[in-house]
């Protein structure tokens, strides 16, 4: 019987080395192969068969679902490889590190020694330390913690060992909390400005006095934990009371920003944030090549990782990033749509568009896309991409939720099922409509004339805030709305349901992707250098409370 097994378990019309007996009774291979030259082969996978008998692929292509693979990286002698980290062809094909060198975005380097790469590709130090024997050294009597040379013989917030903090009353000596002041019920106690123990032991202020030089004196500002403090400059209590700035500088009820990661002579491009660390993509890169088009970096700090394929320097576009629990979703320059796990797995192609998409967006199921002229979607496993909006006008940012997929182009904000169907529109005048996010009872997008708000209840749609920047970026915490407006060059927070409204950070060129994570907002910004006709790019990732 075709299909079946004989008697001596082996398939029917295939011999012991896997090629087609045409003698066997019914002959042929078993399902999922094709004969082929002779042998069963699976066309899906086979490189010299890929899709049908005889279509090979050329060396460097692998076979993927039944279609030669494009190489996504750099081809040197057959092989597909990252010049941005290969030994053998570091930054160009043929350049081949010294064995004491490695290959970090596309140039040898000595980890033992770089600041830039100390013990391994984009792990930096700080600009006050050095790099010896591959690990961060800060000058002498200081120590690293939190990405920061610190002295731990005097430094409060890591006295005597890294993140080791002593008590708002107590000095660090060295390296032990000390109590230099007085003594109250066995706790260090500061009598000149404790307004519970002001002057004395359990002599304490009425409400709305604060202690000032051991007496209870009215607090013309606002009080923080028994101290008479002033917001908007205390970088213990920047905008509130007990928000820590890490910068050690608050302007204004803000925290300074502080830089987040190098981005290495590359232009950083979109931004994402989940519970563990923060992505970003490259807009464009010098002449040294990123290892990767996606990097990553921990929360609570380390290296810079990168991940996936490197970006071709000649494409001036961020690749727009999604995330899930697992992977990271990206478009790159070629119009393919890719899926890079989280620890830097090999990137697998799940589908070809053609064309970059201008926004991309992921749920449990599927992977949501923006063309210019309309909406695509694709298994988190591949397969064959499906169209469920057609005839958009520049169609752009890209959000999904558990029932629909939204998007926005130069004119409208739309809506459709998640499986397709008839496209629904919410908004309308909506120039030059751009970044898009949704929470869980209301829809956002940036237009040209401000952050704009509609419920998904079927309200009519908002201006959140009025301002005149253009494709600005866009993110959403649990409780705020973030954005960039590139006319004042302001990072800015406000409400989900408006007012409050925060400069987080003025004088910022070049941002071209926020992210938010439960404590901070990071962004990314560049710029491009020009010399002798040379172009070169330079940038970071920026952090700061939210």
């Known amino acids: 019987m075709p299909g079946g097994t004989g008697q001596d378990g082996g398939e029917s019309g295939v011999d012991a080395n896997g090629e087609v007996d045409d003698t066997a009774d019914g002959g042929g291979c078993p399902a999922g192969r094709t004969a082929c030259q002779g042998s069963c082969v699976d066309t899906s996978i086979d490189p010299q068969n890929c899709g049908a008998c005889g279509a090979a692929c050329n060396p460097w292509e692998p076979c993927n679902a039944g279609a030669c693979a494009k190489c996504h990286l ?35 380097v000595d980890t033992a020694t770089s600041l830039d790469h100390c013990g391994g590709c984009g ?13 961060c050294s800060c000058p002498a009597g200081q120590a690293l913690c939190d990405d920061r040379c610190v002295d731990l013989g005097s430094d409060v917030l890591n006295c005597g060992a890294c993140g080791k903090a002593c008590a708002a009353s107590e000095s660090c000596v060295g390296g032990a909390c000390t109590c230099a002041l007085s003594l109250c019920a066995g706790k260090c106690s500061d009598l000149a400005n404790d307004s519970a123990k002001c002057g004395a032991c359990g002599n304490a202020c009425t409400s709305g006095d604060t202690c000032v030089g051991a007496v209870c004196t009215p607090c013309a500002t606002a009080i923080c934990s028994g101290k008479c403090v002033v917001k908007q400059f205390d970088p213990l209590n920047c905008g509130a009371c007990g928000r820590a700035c890490r910068s050690g500088l608050c302007q204004f009820g803000v925290c300074a920003p502080t830089t987040f990661a190098s981005s290495d002579s590359c232009w950083p491009g979109v931004v994402a944030v989940d519970s563990s660390a923060v992505y970003w993509t490259h807009y464009r890169c010098g002449a040294a090549q990123p290892a990767g088009a996606v990097w990553k970096r921990g929360l609570a700090g380390g290296p810079a990782v990168p991940l996936g394929p490197k970006q071709d320097t000649s494409v001036p576009h961020a690749r727009p990033l999604a995330l899930d629990a697992n992977a990271i979703y990206i478009c790159d320059e070629y119009g393919t749509i890719l899926k890079v796990g ?28 923006t063309l210019d002229d309309r909406v695509m979607k694709v298994g988190l496993d591949g397969g064959t991409p499906e169209t469920i909006a057609s005839n958009q006008k520049e169609a752009r940012g890209i959000a999904v939720d558990g029932s629909y997929v939204y998007w926005a182009t130069d004119g409208t904000v739309m809506k459709v099922a998640l499986a397709g169907g008839t496209a629904v529109t919410l908004a309308t005048n909506q120039l030059q409509g751009s970044a898009i996010a949704v929470s869980a009872d209301a829809l956002y997008w940036t237009a040209l004339g ?21 494709e600005s970026p866009l993110a959403l915490g649990p409780a705020a709305v973030f954005w960039y407006n590139n006319i004042t060059r302001v990072v800015n927070r406000m409400g989900l349901s408006g007012g409050g409204l925060v400069k987080l950070a003025s004088d910022v060129n070049g941002l071209t992707g926020l992210g938010v994570s439960s404590d901070a907002v990071f962004w990314s910004a560049g710029f491009a250098h020009e010399s002798m006709g040379i172009v070169t790019y330079d940038g970071s990732i920026w952090r700061a409370e939210k």
């Not at 030994?87 to 590190?97: A, D, F, L, R």
């Not at 070809?352 to 967006?361: E, F, K, L, P, V």
């Open 74 to 108: 750099t081809i040197c002698g057959n092989v597909c490889v990252h010049t941005g980290s290969d030994t053998s062809n570091c930054g160009t094909c043929g350049n081949v590190c010294p064995a004491s060198r490695s290959c970090c975005m596309g140039t040898c």
């Open 123 to 135: 792990a930096w130090c700080p600009v006050e330390a050095t790099c010896v024997g591959a690990a």
């Open 342 to 369: 989280k620890s830097g797995e090999v990137p697998v192609v799940l589908a070809d568009t053609g064309s970059r998409a201008n926004g991309i967006a992921v749920d449990a199921d599927a992977v949501y896309w």
């Open 450 to 470: 401000g952050i704009q708000k509609i419920g998904l209840s079927g309200e009519s749609p908002m201006t959140l805030v009025q301002f005149e920047g253009l």
